[in-house]
């Protein structure tokens, strides 16, 4: 069965780091794109990074040069690098792969931002 596992999230102070990880398993995604989405209180779930087999990242406007996407295949991880935390950044942060237009999504760490 394909699983996504995400970890790393926490309770951190405005303007610290965190970094995210998603492990996948049960499947190779070197060739998949890989994404973080974040879903807060009250709002819909949007792409926050995502990253293509190649390498080749892209960022919601709200994070441009605060997050970092990046992956290791030969680990099937996906990272978040997160830097400069503001409280609305305050989330529940979920792993996406897709898989030949099918998506497969863990279970979501939670990002909490402390003013």
């Known amino acids: 069965q394909v699983q996504l596992v995400e970890s790393g999230g926490g309770l951190v102070q405005a303007g610290g780091s965190l970094r995210l990880s998603c492990a996948a398993s049960g499947i190779s995604f070197s060739s998949d794109f890989m994404g973080w989405y974040r879903q807060a209180p009250g709002k819909q779930r949007q792409l926050v990074a995502r990253?293509?087999?190649?390498?080749?990242?892209n960022y919601a406007d709200s994070v441009k040069d605060r997050f970092t996407i990046s992956r290791d295949n030969a680990k099937n991880t996906v990272y978040l690098q997160i830097h400069s935390l503001k409280p609305e950044d305050t989330a529940v942060y979920y792993c996406?792969?897709?898989?030949?237009?099918?998506?497969?999504w863990g279970k979501g760490t939670l990002v909490t931002v402390s003013s």
């Open positions: 990253i293509t087999g190649g390498g080749i990242t």
């Open positions: 996406n792969m897709n898989h030949y237009g099918i998506d497969f």
